[in-house]
């Protein structure tokens, strides 16, 4: 690689091959190293008679010039021992350059010379410090291209010449190189193209190495071109573009003016073909400079030549290997003749060049205007020509080129670089064009090349889809990569390889710059609310993306409303300007510029429509015409150049008319701008009317009789304001029109057009008038936009490309696209393109189709397809999961058919607490339930003793063992293998576990589609299979619902539904029914402690466990207590409602008489009412009246009735502790309405105890008594309102006597022993309860009932007959508790005579009863003497209190009225 010259700080090497045989003699040594080589020329030179010895008439001996300097030379180098950085390097270079220049030397001689001044070049004897070093190396340049010798054999000729071009680019690379001049460096690379040239007739070495040093030339010289100053700050610089817009260099200074002149050597063209391209090349370039005009430009320009090297001859050179480009045009050889008719050596060649020229000079070409102008137009002209070559190798080169050129200088060559991808690129890649299978392989070897780089597409896009006046060049080369990847009935070929390559590049490239952002939004598709002139647009800064993104995303907004405005106008014109007056594309109102502007830059309007309408009669026409003529730009344009460019953007009319009025304007703009030589406007009218005609004339097939110059000429006299104009300038539009035809009916409708001379000077025009280039760095910013357009056609044809390659690379590489295409799907959120994605893989796994499980297997182990596609859908689902919708159908279908087959592994779906549950029940001696998927029995009617929780499911590979099998071949077990292997790395489990960081709508999505896939199997069979897919579908569901806790409500609606379905239409117990039950009961359980706004749904759910057929409830009741009690020991503080309580109490109650779950869910009540922490108001009546049915069972042993009662008694102090608490904390009002409720529930307590006092069972019956007195004698901690006292003596103790009666009297003591035991504590019971509440009471109106009431049992009971006799203890302890209950009246004062006639009824009453029951009583509580003594205090008590004879009323009568 060339080294970089710096012209300030001095020479660097040049080329760093040459650096290690450049070793400086010392100051001494190099006397000696020139006295040598002295030696070896005059030692070849006397090998010649002739240069031996001279005689003259007076026989003194004399010696040839030539010798006699060099043996001078030889005396005085010893003599500069210490003074050489003094001589002047002319003085010891001369002889040998004399010797060079001689045209009396042979070729020995001659090679000899300038293998001595090799040496001194190469050693840097000459260096930037060497004395008048400029002028020496200027010295050795003429001599050595002005060498002169005699050929005496071909082969010492080649070896002359090739030892010039080695001293030639010596010169080049010395560090002296900086002192030739401009002439200098043009005579060397003149001198080594004319060996090119020579060489083509001598042997292979030398033709080889001429082209290798031509090479390396202008590497040299191009490698200077990034230090040398801008023109800016450069004078000459600026000298030297001002002379070249005028002016070439003189004809003595150009290349291939001269050709190396020596005794014997002629340059012969030999018949070889490229000779002749060369030798025109050379008579080509010296025509054009004898052209020039212009005394003083031509001086400037010798001056400028003489000047140290820099731009003007890198313009020289540049210039003239383009004009090697050139020969073929004017040889009329076209580049689609066959490749046989011209040699494409000379092409080649050029094309190598300049190739080199742009890699050395890179981006420093922008900095020089001449240079780039070169590039802009007259290369790439060239390009284009040769871009559609027959040649392989020239494509190839010029696609380097143009790769080169876009990396370097894409900023300044926007049109030029989309005219050649769209006239070149994209015309040979597609077949039907004509181009040979090979054209289209390099052209898309490069297409995909370009696409490669990071940053092509993102420009491509930005620059030209979205601008209006440019094609879509990115959608198009999408479009053309999508469609050469299809293999169209035929197997796959290197170009469908090749364009799938370019799709995939594109896709992973734009999947890399997502990696650490997410792509910028599309831009606003809003209408906007009020016209806008789109054609004004601009951008506030081309290189700021903060302000270049918002303006191209609009702009190709716009673009699109105007394509769809374009097709309204094409249909009809009228309706398709109000179509975009409606898009805000026009303006309401109609004026002449919008339209004007709409036609100028508005591709893909039919322009035949444009040429009607600017050349119709209508004054609005006329002025849109006006306007429409006034955005060209004719400045510095020829005639005809500029009306190629009119009549390039419509047709021109047919009517004569028409034409007339097209042409007036576009002769007035012209003249406008362009008034040199045309005196008035009529001028350009007639001399574009003449060549219009001469057009017409020259390219018509009908004319036989072709117009000449002169008549041309003659045809235009007098035109010009009366006079004539230059001959010159008509014989130059006369043969400019002849060469190129004006293209009277443009192209349209051809997406990519062949280049033209009149479409390229469009493209010119258009260059001078586009906006900047945008730069683009590698962040996504506009590849939302972009995968909106690729996303379709490069799926699609990556599909078909992977259904129809079988080379695993090729299959990789899809897989590679596809992951990547997720992934932006991902960033960009289109779901809709990741669900077809998945979609076409899923097809792609195989897994769709029914297969055995044999079949199954030896397919992933022998498809690589299917293995590859099963791994990249669920790559996609685990990474990418949050944009999946309805492509959760297609990767749950793989999920099923893997797990009907049974190749999942197990624990696929287990949550992540289940680990832990797993090992505690294994720990507490729980079986676990096995795998699903690998027992196919009957479900068994009978209880589990495992419900089979989430996460157990099918081992690997199960097969039925029933019946004997063969051994497996070694393929099967490498198949088996390979399966195994496949499914563990594809995680499947991780989709469901890590559904957790799922968004909402994928969320929600996946659920519905396993819902729907589960729905789908249960309505299509009823097989076991079917069964099992079922239960699968069920545990995933579960598995999603415990991972998402913190989003359940998102899901439950639908996961609750789906179970009750299964619930409510099962009959029959099955593994499907048990796993929705026990998983609703799971996820209860989970889900409680967090989601307290959930918590009624959730234990509502629980209900449909009661819903459940008697036989399925039956079957699993035991394992539902079990999971109930989890649920209540682990959640019982979160559950707080009554709605909630009522539906786990009422599990609990239907356990009460189940034999084998009533165990469990006693446990569950008594672990509620126990420890009165999860005993709430709530729950209170809901568990009494659960313990009451417990105690009732009698499918327990006595000892959990008794519990039972005991958990009754004991909850009486949850309701004393209630009562205390109200009192102290709430309000009067609120304390009131709770002191209500706990009556209410002491109310229900009793009741319940009640019942159970009516047990057949003695020992429950008697405890139950118990129970009630013990829950009556907690009231006085409670303060119930009096009105449950009442209520409790009527509807429990009253009722309870009277059952207890009925009952005694009704059954025989074999049903109720004892029976009269119980008749007394019941009496007990009742006469302890009237004592309680006897203060509280008396007072009240309903008390005389009450105690009517207890006399009246106590009479019934005394009245009793027990098998015909009467109870002994009854009738002991009832006169006994009257006379007790007497007593305590007595001393309250509550049962107390008085004397009044008639007013003692309560008195009366009472012993009315008593005596009924027992006589004597009344005596031994009331003694007479005691009962008259009352009597007369109450007569003095009234007297002393009532002197005026007002009446008093005794207490014990008060207490009657109440």
């Keep these: 690689m060339m080294g970089h010259v710096n012209m300030e700080s001095g020479s660097n090497a040049i080329c760093k091959g040459f650096e290690h045989c450049r070793v400086k003699p010392s100051r001494s040594g190099l006397a000696f190293m020139i006295n040598s080589e002295i030696g070896a020329v005059l030692a070849v030179m006397r090998r010649n008679v002739r240069w031996g010895v001279r005689y003259v008439a007076d026989d003194d001996q004399l010696e040839h010039y030539l010798i006699h300097s060099l043996k001078e030379l030889r005396k005085q180098i010893f003599l500069w021992q210490n003074q050489w950085h003094t001589i002047d390097p002319a003085v010891f270079l001369q002889p040998f350059l004399d010797v060079i220049q001689s045209d009396e030397t042979g070729a020995p001689i001659t090679g000899v010379a300038l293998s001595s001044v090799y040496k001194i070049l190469t050693l840097d004897v000459l260096d930037l410090d060497t004395v008048n070093v400029g002028a020496a190396m200027q010295l050795i340049v003429d001599a050595v291209t002005s060498c002169r010798f005699e050929v005496t054999d071909p082969a010492s000729e080649e070896v002359v010449l090739m030892k010039i071009l080695q001293v030639l680019l010596a010169c080049m690379k010395s560090k002296a190189a900086v002192k030739l001049s401009n002439q200098h460096v043009c005579n060397i690379v003149n001198t080594c193209f004319h060996i090119v040239h020579q060489a083509s007739t001598k042997g292979e070495l030398l033709q080889r190495i001429a082209r290798h040093t031509m090479h390396e030339l202008v590497r040299c010289v191009f490698s200077h071109l990034p230090d040398i100053d801008s023109p800016e700050n450069s004078l000459l610089n600026r000298s030297w573009v001002a002379a070249g817009e005028k002016v070439g260099v003189e004809k003595d200074l150009a290349f291939g003016d001269r050709l190396l002149e020596n005794g014997n050597v002629s340059v012969e063209n030999g018949g070889q073909s490229s000779n002749e391209c060369m030798s025109k090349a050379s008579e080509m370039d010296a025509n054009k400079v004898e052209s020039s005009s212009g005394a003083e430009a031509a001086q400037n320009g010798k001056k400028i030549m003489l000047e140290p090297f820099g731009v003007p001859c890198m313009v020289e050179i540049f210039h003239f290997l383009c004009s090697l480009l050139n020969v073929i045009e004017n040889m009329g050889v076209g580049p689609r003749s066959n490749p046989i008719a011209y040699d494409e050596d000379v092409p080649l060649f050029a094309l190598g060049l300049i190739n080199s020229a742009i890699e050395l000079g890179g981006s420093s070409f922008r900095k020089h205007p001449t240079l780039l102008a070169l590039i802009q137009d007259e290369l790439f002209r060239n390009l284009m020509q040769f871009g559609l070559s027959m040649s392989p190798l020239i494509l190839s080169t010029v696609c380097s080129i143009v790769l080169n050129l876009y990396h370097h200088l894409r900023t300044e060559l926007k049109a030029q670089l989309e005219a050649f991808f769209s006239c070149v690129f994209l015309r040979i890649a597609q077949s039907k064009h004509g181009s040979s299978y090979q054209q289209q392989e390099?052209?898309?070897?490069?297409?995909?090349?370009?696409?490669?780089?990071?940053?092509?597409?993102?420009?491509?896009?930005?620059?030209?889809?979205?601008?209006?006046?440019?094609?879509?060049?990115?959608?198009?080369?999408?479009?053309?990569?999508?469609?050469?990847?299809?293999?169209?009935?035929?197997?796959?070929?290197?170009?469908?390889?090749?364009?799938?390559?370019?799709?995939?590049?594109?896709?992973?490239?734009?999947?890399?710059?997502?990696?650490?952002?997410?792509?910028?939004?599309?831009?606003?598709?809003?209408?906007?609310?009020?016209?806008?002139?789109?054609?004004?647009?601009?951008?506030?800064?081309?290189?700021?993306?903060?302000?270049?993104?918002?303006?191209?995303?609009?702009?190709?907004?716009?673009?699109?409303?105007?394509?769809?405005?374009?097709?309204?106008?094409?249909?009809?014109?009228?309706?398709?300007?109000?179509?975009?007056?409606?898009?805000?594309?026009?303006?309401?109102?109609?004026?002449?510029?919008?339209?004007?502007?709409?036609?100028?830059?508005?591709?893909?309007?039919?322009?035949?429509?444009?040429?009607?309408?600017?050349?119709?009669?209508?004054?609005?026409?006329?002025?849109?015409?006006?306007?429409?003529?006034?955005t060209f730009n004719f400045h510095g344009m020829n005639l005809d150049t500029a009306l190629r460019l009119f009549l390039g953007t419509f047709r021109l009319p047919g009517e004569s008319q028409k034409i007339q009025r097209v042409l007036e304007a576009f002769a007035e703009r012209y003249y406008e701008q362009s008034p040199d030589i045309l005196t008035n406007r009529d001028a350009a009218l007639l001399l574009s009317y003449s060549l219009i005609l001469l057009n017409t004339d020259q390219h018509n097939v009908q004319v036989k009789k072709k117009m000449t110059e002169e008549d041309f000429i003659r045809n235009n006299r007098h035109i010009n304001g009366g006079k004539d104009l230059p001959r010159e300038y008509l014989s130059e539009l006369y043969h400019s029109i002849c060469d190129n035809e004006i293209l009277m009916i443009p192209e349209q409708g051809v997406n990519f057009p062949a280049m033209t001379s009149s479409r390229w000077i469009n493209v010119m025009h258009k260059s001078k008038e586009t906006t900047p280039f945008i730069m683009c760095n590698s962040t996504a910013l506009l590849d939302h936009d972009m995968f909106a357009i690729l996303s379709g056609p490069t799926i699609a044809a990556m599909s078909v490309v992977f259904d129809q390659a079988e080379q695993e690379g090729i299959l990789q590489r899809c897989i590679n696209g596809f992951l990547a295409f997720a992934k932006i799907s991902t960033c960009c959120h289109f779901g809709d393109v990741l669900d077809d994605l998945v979609l076409s893989l899923c097809k792609f796994t195989t897994l769709l189709t029914p297969l055995s499980l044999e079949e199954a297997i030896l397919a992933f182990g022998d498809d690589t397809k299917a293995r590859m596609a099963m791994t990249a859908v669920f790559t996609i689902a685990n990474r990418y999961g949050d944009y999946i919708h309805s492509g959760w159908k297609n990767i749950l279908d793989c999920v099923l058919s893997l797990h009907k087959l049974g190749l999942l592994p197990a624990c696929l779906a287990r949550d992540a607490a289940d680990d832990m549950e797993l090992s505690s029940d294994v720990e507490q001696g729980k079986p676990t339930t096995g795998s699903l998927s690998t027992s196919h029995v009957t479900p068994v009617t009978t209880p589990r003793k495992s419900s089979g929780l989430i996460g157990r499911f099918s081992q690997l590979l199960s097969f039925d063992i029933e019946e004997p099998k063969l051994q497996p071949s070694e393929e099967e077990i490498a198949a088996k293998l390979r399966t195994r292997e496949i499914i563990q790395n594809c995680h499947i489990d991780s989709i469901f576990t890590e559904s957790k960081f799922l968004q909402a709508d994928s969320l929600m999505e996946l659920v519905k589609a396993l819902i729907l896939a589960s729905g789908r199997l249960r309505k299509g069979s009823s097989s076991m299979e079917d069964e099992d897919t079922g239960v699968f579908c069920l545990e995933l569901l579960i598995a999603i619902a415990l991972n998402n806790r913190d989003r359940i409500i998102l899901i439950w609606q639908g996961i609750y539904e789906h179970i009750a379905s299964i619930v409510q239409s099962t009959v029959m117990p099955c593994k499907l029914v048990e796993k929705a039950v026990f998983g609703l009961l799971r996820i209860c359980q989970r889900l409680l402690p967090y989601k307290e706004n959930l918590t009624e749904d959730l234990l509502k759910s629980l209900q449909l466990i009661l819903k459940l057929d008697a036989r399925v409830a039956d079957a699993y009741c035991e394992h539902i207590t079990q999971e109930v009690m989890r649920l209540v020991k682990a959640n019982a503080t979160h559950i707080r409602s009554h709605a909630g309580w009522r539906t786990i109490i009422s599990l609990l109650s239907i356990t009460a008489r189940h034999p084998e779950a009533s165990e469990a869910g006693f446990e569950v009540l008594a672990f509620i009412m126990s420890d009165r922490v999860h005993l709430l108001p709530s729950n209170y009546i809901l568990c009494v009246d659960a313990a009451r049915q417990f105690a009732e069972s009698r499918v327990g042993e006595i000892d959990r009735s008794v519990s039972a009662l005991d958990l009754m008694g004991g909850s009486v102090d949850c309701l004393v502790r209630w009562s205390t608490e109200t009192k102290n904390t709430a309000g009067e009002e609120a304390a009131m309405k709770l002191s209500q409720d706990i009556g209410e529930m002491w109310l229900r307590l009793v009741q319940g105890l009640k019942k159970v006092c009516l047990d057949q069972r003695e020992e429950v019956r008697n405890h139950a008594v118990l129970v009630l007195q013990r829950s009556l004698a907690a009231v006085d901690g409670m303060h119930l309102p009096n009105a449950l006292w009442f209520q409790c003596f009527d509807m429990v103790i009253f009722k309870l006597l009277d059952d207890l009666l009925e009952i005694a009297q009704a059954n025989s003591p074999k049903d109720y022993r004892n029976i009269d035991g119980t008749l007394v504590l019941a009496m007990k019971v009742m006469s302890k309860a009237f004592l309680q509440s006897l203060q509280d009471l008396f007072q009240q109106p309903s008390f005389c009932k009450l105690w009517l009431g207890v006399l009246n049992h106590m009479e019934g009971y005394m009245k009793l007959r027990l098998r015909g006799k009467r109870s002994e203890k009854i009738h002991e302890l009832v006169p006994e508790l009257l006379k007790n209950n007497l007593l305590v009246m007595k001393t309250a004062g509550i049962l107390w005579p008085i004397d009044d006639i008639g007013g003692d009824r309560f008195w009366q009453l009472t012993w009315l009863h008593v005596n009924q029951i027992a006589p004597s009583l009344q005596s031994e509580v009331f003694p007479d003497h005691e009962v008259e003594q009352i009597k007369a205090k109450n007569i003095e008590t009234r007297e002393i209190l009532a002197p005026d004879g007002s009446d008093v009323i005794p207490s014990h009568e008060n207490a009657e009225s109440r």
């Excluded at 080369?477 to 090749?498: Q, Y």
């Excluded at 390559?501 to 997410?518: F, P, T, W, Y």
């Excluded at 009020?530 to 716009?558: Q, R, T």
């Design 442 to 630: 390099v052209a898309m070897e490069a297409l995909v090349d370009i696409c490669r780089q990071q940053t092509f597409m993102t420009e491509i896009y930005a620059n030209f889809d979205c601008d209006i006046t440019s094609c879509n060049l990115f959608e198009d080369l999408v479009n053309l990569l999508s469609k050469s990847a299809f293999p169209v009935n035929g197997p796959l070929s290197a170009m469908h390889v090749l364009a799938l390559d370019g799709m995939i590049s594109m896709v992973q490239g734009m999947a890399e710059r997502m990696n650490n952002e997410l792509p910028a939004s599309e831009g606003s598709s809003v209408d906007p609310e009020e016209y806008n002139s789109f054609w004004s647009l601009k951008c506030e800064d081309y290189g700021d993306p903060n302000y270049w993104v918002p303006f191209v995303c609009k702009m190709k907004y716009i673009k699109r409303r105007l394509m769809v405005g374009a097709d309204h106008f094409n249909r009809d014109s009228k309706k398709g300007l109000e179509y975009l007056q409606g898009m805000h594309l026009l303006p309401d109102k109609l004026d002449p510029q919008s339209v004007a502007f709409f036609f100028r830059y508005t591709t893909g309007l039919d322009k035949n429509l444009i040429g009607d309408f600017l050349g119709n009669h209508d004054e609005f026409c006329i002025q849109v015409l006006q306007e429409f003529a006034g």
